[in-house]
Structure formats: structure tokens, C-alpha cells
């Protein structure tokens, strides 16, 4: 990529291309980016994932029991801005509870940007607990 | 957008018939209207009570709801299951 981008400034230092042109393909080149970011890279395109998923397949006393969650992105990220919400004297006595729990998290401090870019990170994240009667599983898809 | 149509089923054990509930959630919200004005009038007061703007409350809440549809819990253990789906 870093190539191509190297031979369009080249192209307009030339002359052979005027700035504007070098701005188009330069922002079509970004537009291809994502598309062209191979099965490695660690997630897709922001905004694809739409949903987090708890699988939970277990066995008590025999019973197999399976759990199947799926909980839409945007209700975390709304369910954010609600938390959001939360008068100082109630997140005050949440810290106090959380403290005696030995959980010393100050809520006060917790901004809504930062709970945002929390959900945004949600996309690279996924859990997988394997024990030999549960198997577990977070994941974004 | 609002939810539209909120799924609910239950198997129940072997033998018996699994009960499947779908209710349409815009008609319910509606009869249930009065209730709904009633709910809000009490929200209001509470967050006048704890100082939080009404306002960003119920925009809040309504984001809250819109992002529902999608949402969907299974969960099955022997030979109950149980389906919530909300699309």
C-alpha cells in the first residue's frame, strides 16, 4: 500500500498528475484498505460486527443444557449512555459496595467516551472457557 | 426502529404441547398507552427527584428500545427450552 501511495507522489512531483488528482487516488486507495485487509488482520471493518454472542453448552447432572445469546451492539452502546445517567450518590454508594468486595473501581471516573471506546473494542474481543462439562463462548459477529 | 414483533416460545416436557407467543408491539404499546403516559409522568418525577434531565432520559430509553430488535435468548436445559426473540 505504502508503495502505491509512494508512486502517486511520485506521479505528481513529476507532473504527471495534478493535486487533485493525487487527492482522489490517495482517497481511493484508503477506501480500499479495508477490503483488501487479508483474513489475518485481527477484525473486519468497523461497524460489520453487529451483535455479541454468549454460547454456553453444559452439562448438569446429566442434563445438557444450552444457552444461546445474542445481544445487539447498539443496546450496550445505548445501555452505556444510560449508565450514563447514574445520579453521583448512587455510583458513590456503587463504590462503596464494589470496594467492599474488594472491586476498588472508582465509577466516578468512568466517562461516557471511555464505556464507548470499552463496546468499540468489544469487535477484536473473544472468550472461550473449555472445561470438559461447559463449554463457554463470547464472541462478536 | 422500534421493535415490531416480540417472540416468545416454551417447549415443555416430552408429551406436551409448546406454548409459541407472538406479540405485536406497536398494537400493544398502543391499548397500553395510557399506562405508557402514566409510566413516563413517573419518570419524570423521579429524575426531577435525583436532578438527571428528562430529556436525555427518555432519549436514552428510546435508543434503549430501538436497539432491542436483534436481541434473542435461548436457553434450553433437558427437555425444556425457552425463546425470547424481539425483532
Redesign the interface.
Given at each position: 500500500m505504502d508503495e502505491q501511495r509512494k508512486d502517486i507522489l511520485r506521479m505528481l512531483a513529476e507532473g504527471k498528475i495534478t493535486a487533485d488528482e493525487a487527492d482522489q487516488l490517495i482517497a481511493a486507495l484508503e477506501r480500499d484498505q479495508p477490503a483488501s485487509a487479508g483474513p489475518g488482520s485481527a477484525a473486519g471493518p468497523k461497524g460489520r460486527l453487529k451483535y455479541l454472542r454468549v454460547v454456553v453448552d453444559a452439562t448438569e447432572d446429566g442434563t445438557p443444557t444450552k444457552v444461546n445469546i445474542r445481544v445487539p451492539l447498539q443496546l450496550l452502546r445505548a445501555g452505556v449512555r444510560l449508565a450514563a445517567l447514574i445520579p453521583p450518590q448512587a455510583l458513590g454508594e456503587a463504590n462503596a459496595q464494589l470496594s467492599k468486595s474488594g472491586v476498588p473501581i472508582d465509577l466516578t471516573q468512568l466517562k461516557p467516551e471511555q464505556l464507548e471506546e470499552l463496546i468499540e473494542a468489544l469487535d477484536e474481543m473473544t472468550i472461550e472457557v473449555d472445561q470438559p462439562d461447559t463449554k463457554v463462548r463470547v464472541f462478536c459477529e | 426502529m422500534m421493535p415490531q414483533l416480540l417472540t416468545v416460545r416454551v417447549n415443555r416436557s416430552r408429551g406436551r404441547r409448546p406454548i409459541r407467543i407472538w406479540v405485536p408491539v406497536l398494537p400493544v404499546a398502543l391499548i397500553l398507552s395510557p399506562l405508557l403516559i402514566l409510566a413516563v409522568g413517573v419518570v419524570a418525577v423521579a429524575c426531577a427527584v435525583?436532578?438527571?434531565s428528562v430529556l436525555?432520559?427518555l432519549g436514552?430509553?428510546w435508543?434503549?428500545l430501538?436497539?432491542?430488535?436483534?436481541?434473542?435468548?435461548?436457553?434450553?436445559?433437558?427437555n425444556t427450552a425457552f425463546l425470547v426473540s424481539i425483532r
Open positions: - | 435525583y436532578r438527571i436525555r432520559a436514552t430509553s435508543r434503549i430501538s436497539a432491542l430488535p436483534g436481541t434473542r435468548l435461548d436457553v434450553a436445559t433437558g
